[in-house]
């Protein structure tokens, strides 16, 4: 079966050092994986996704992500936090075949703070 | 440029009363979603459909209710609400491709007294 795991519930960092969000994911086949946020109150915005073209991928506000295939990873990185990225972000894979119905699978989700 | 629009934003209901949840987007996507959101679970498929007069049963569809009588618009209904009904609600609409991007609205949040 598929899944997706976001090994840590909650991220708490400090303004300015690198952020680590870890999600492992059961797929079959080479799936198709997504980042999205979370801001408080609001509706998810997609951060990045893989596609099996180049497996670091580069999205918006300075965040990426490496696909693994070896480990099963898509772990999500940025460089330097800054305080507008606390938020929840939430890893999605889509396995083959799953994509235009209902086999969209969310992570339950990491909460990322930000320290002054 | 609206997008992905959900009205009510917020709605306190007794147990047993219905209500409806709409959901209108403006990008003239095939696949529109209906999503919960509980604390610790992540989101949840409750129904979906993949264009206008179709709809499907998602992973929690008991309880619901949805119509897409127009390609723009998926409601939402409960018909009687119940206290493990709280929760907050997301529509969301994608092209037909497999890898494409889903839009989501701001949420419903939703409270069964």
């Known amino acids: 079966a598929q899944s997706v795991t976001q090994l840590d519930s909650h991220v708490s960092v400090s303004e300015g050092t690198p952020v680590l969000l870890r999600c492992n994911y059961s797929s079959s086949y080479s799936p198709s994986l997504f980042w999205y946020v979370q801001h408080p109150n609001k509706g998810l915005q997609l951060l990045l996704k893989y596609t099996s073209a180049a497996t670091l991928v580069k999205g918006i506000n300075g965040f990426e992500a490496e696909f693994k295939k070896s480990e099963t990873s898509f772990h999500l990185t940025k460089p330097s936090a800054h305080m507008s990225d606390a938020a929840e972000y939430f890893c999605?894979?889509?396995?083959?075949?799953?994509?235009?119905?209902?086999?969209?699978?969310f992570g339950t989700g990491t909460l990322l703070a930000v320290q002054p | 440029n609206a997008g992905v629009t959900q009205t009510p934003k917020f709605r306190v209901l007794k147990t047993g009363q219905s209500m409806t949840l709409l959901c209108a987007q403006d990008?003239?996507?095939?696949?529109m979603y209906w999503y919960r959101q509980d604390p610790g679970m992540g989101l949840r498929l409750i129904h979906y459909?993949?264009?206008?007069?179709?709809?499907a049963k998602g992973e929690v569809p008991d309880g619901y209710n949805v119509s897409r009588l127009k390609k723009q618009n998926f409601l939402l209904g409960l018909e009687s609400a119940a206290p493990s009904q709280t929760s907050v609600y997301f529509c969301?609409?994608?092209?037909?491709?497999?890898?494409?991007?889903?839009?989501f609205g701001e949420g419903s949040r939703l409270t069964v007294l």
């Open positions: 969301a609409s994608k092209t037909g491709t497999e890898t494409g991007e889903l839009f």
């Open positions: 990008m003239n996507h095939e696949y």
């Open positions: 459909s993949v264009g206008e007069g179709t709809t």
């Open positions: 999605v894979v889509i396995p083959m075949g799953g994509g235009a119905t209902n086999k969209l699978i």
